[in-house]
């Protein structure tokens, strides 16, 4: 099995297939310059595989994205194959996973900082325990035990500790980050239980979801339609306003009258009833995902920023810490000689 594609590598395709159709060219054209894109990064047999459900199985532009994009984004080129207006979809869908990078990206940026620099101080802090303590450690050994201070004699147990246990330590500590990675790429939802980062996961799929709905509508799909799909792939708390939205609408209700009897914000309401008034609920669910995207903007900026001080104070604590449990013991040691 192949590895999922990354966010940057769906964008690729994306927008060759946006140009592609806005210019009139042929899919070979198209399908051959992503073959030559891919071929660099290895994957070109992805791009073959496309090829053959296009040409060799006969299958229609928005088949060739199976096992490429989700199943309700490939329902949206679906729609716009048939309205015309594919170069609008892919447009709009590069904008969603844009989004979805720039929000992956700085939320790694923003953690890595920290991160890195705590992994810095531990590998010094671990070097210092198994290299340099035990030379300070023979050099004393002619020293009587008892005029050895105990925070000294805790150090030396350590450093003892550490350089038996070295190889058991740094397997265990790639053990844990591995599966720390792997259990929040497999279970997404979990970034909604970490507090620091749930209002920004939030934001960026509050986002999403209304930029897709923009898209569902301007590929012509039914509303009430595109609210089961996308709510079905959401796992924050607009899923449940759009799962309501969705039953109301199919009791007859209006677009904002379903979501407003389904929790919706009064803001939320007020644009999808213009939107509604004025014919063009699309634009105003375009609306909605820019003013979540402002939002989270703001947030990421204030997360990067507390960040920064976080660091900070870490690295000043950690220097401090450091000193106290390796070097003052020494110090004391020769001190009270």
Do not use: C
């Not at 000294?152 to 790639?174: E, I, P, Q």
């Not at 995207?293 to 920064?308: A, E, F, G, P, Q």
């Amino acid at each position: 099995m192949s590895a999922p594609l990354k966010y940057e590598e769906i964008i690729i395709i994306l927008e060759v297939f946006e140009e592609s159709v806005r210019d009139g060219l042929n899919m070979h054209y198209t399908l051959k310059r992503l073959e030559s894109i891919f071929a660099k990064k290895k994957k070109a047999h992805l791009i073959e595989a496309m090829r053959r459900k296009l040409f060799e199985e006969r299958g229609s532009i928005s088949g060739m994205f199976e096992g490429v994009l989700p199943s309700n984004l490939i329902e949206a080129i679906s729609a716009g194959e048939k309205s015309g207006h594919m170069d609008v979809i892919f447009g709009e869908l590069k904008r969603v996973y844009e989004l979805k990078q720039n929000v992956h990206s700085r939320i790694k940026k923003a953690v890595a900082y920290p991160i890195g620099v705590m992994s810095i101080l531990v590998v010094i802090f671990a070097g210092i325990l198994v290299f340099l303590v035990p030379r300070f450690e023979a050099s004393f050994k002619i020293i009587d035990p008892q005029k050895i201070p105990p925070a000294t004699k805790r150090l030396f147990a350590l450093s003892a500790f550490m350089r038996n246990h070295s190889m058991a330590f740094v397997v265990l500590s790639a053990i844990l980050a591995g599966l720390l990675i792997m259990l929040f790429k497999r279970y997404y939802y979990l970034l909604f239980k970490v507090p620091i980062i749930k209002s920004l996961m939030t934001l960026q799929e509050n986002a999403t979801a209304y930029l897709l709905l923009s898209v569902f509508e301007d590929s012509g799909i039914n509303t009430t339609r595109s609210l089961q799909s996308i709510g079905q792939t959401l796992v924050g708390p607009l899923r449940e306003i759009l799962d309501k939205a969705y039953r109301y609408m199919n009791e007859g209700k209006s677009v904002p009258d379903s979501f407003q009897r389904a929790g919706a914000s009064e803001d939320v309401v007020i644009y999808l009833e213009v939107g509604d008034t004025t014919g063009s609920i699309s634009k105003y669910f375009k609306k909605l995902s820019d003013i979540e995207i402002k939002s989270l903007d703001k947030l990421m900026n204030r997360l990067i920023s507390i960040m920064n001080y976080l660091l900070m104070g870490i690295a000043a604590m950690s220097v401090v810490g450091l000193f106290s449990i390796t070097l003052l013991p020494i110090y004391k040691m020769i001190g009270g000689l």
